[in-house]
């Protein structure tokens, strides 16, 4: 099991920004490629960005357009998603999810690469 817990969601203004965080437990996190996802109302989870283990290679979504950024502080265990300028169809449950993927700069766009899911933090993005 690799403990994910997300912390940093809440309520924003369409336009402001919000960075959401997840640590990882254990001293195994460098091994991990890493991602966001994230589920509205009635909709599938979809996939926000991921980021290589080795943090070289990043992959967004379509829907970003540049409005977001992924980071990792392997030092800290840590993966971040920097949201800038949201749009109130931005809210939704973000999860952080961990893979094992073979090639250090690999990034997965799939749900199903991923193993180890956090709980979710809920994300509400006002007009």
């Known amino acids: 099991q690799v403990p994910l817990v997300e912390s940093g969601g809440g309520l924003v203004q369409a336009g402001g920004s919000l960075t959401v965080s997840c640590a990882v437990s254990g001293r195994t996190f460098s091994i991990y490629s890493m991602a966001w996802f994230r589920q509205a109302p009635g909709k599938e989870r979809e996939f926000v960005a991921g980021i290589s283990r080795s943090g070289s290679s990043t992959h967004y979504g379509d829907f970003v357009k540049g409005r977001f950024t992924i980071s990792r502080d392997n030092a800290k265990n840590t993966v971040y998603l920097q949201m800038n300028s949201p749009k109130p169809e931005d809210t939704g449950v973000y999860y952080c999810?961990?893979?094992?993927?073979?090639?250090?700069?690999?990034?997965?766009?799939?749900?199903?690469?991923?193993?180890?899911w956090g709980p979710g933090t809920q994300v509400t993005v006002s007009s």
């Open positions: 999810a961990a893979a094992l993927l073979i090639s250090v700069d690999a990034v997965a766009g799939a749900t199903t690469r991923y193993a180890y």
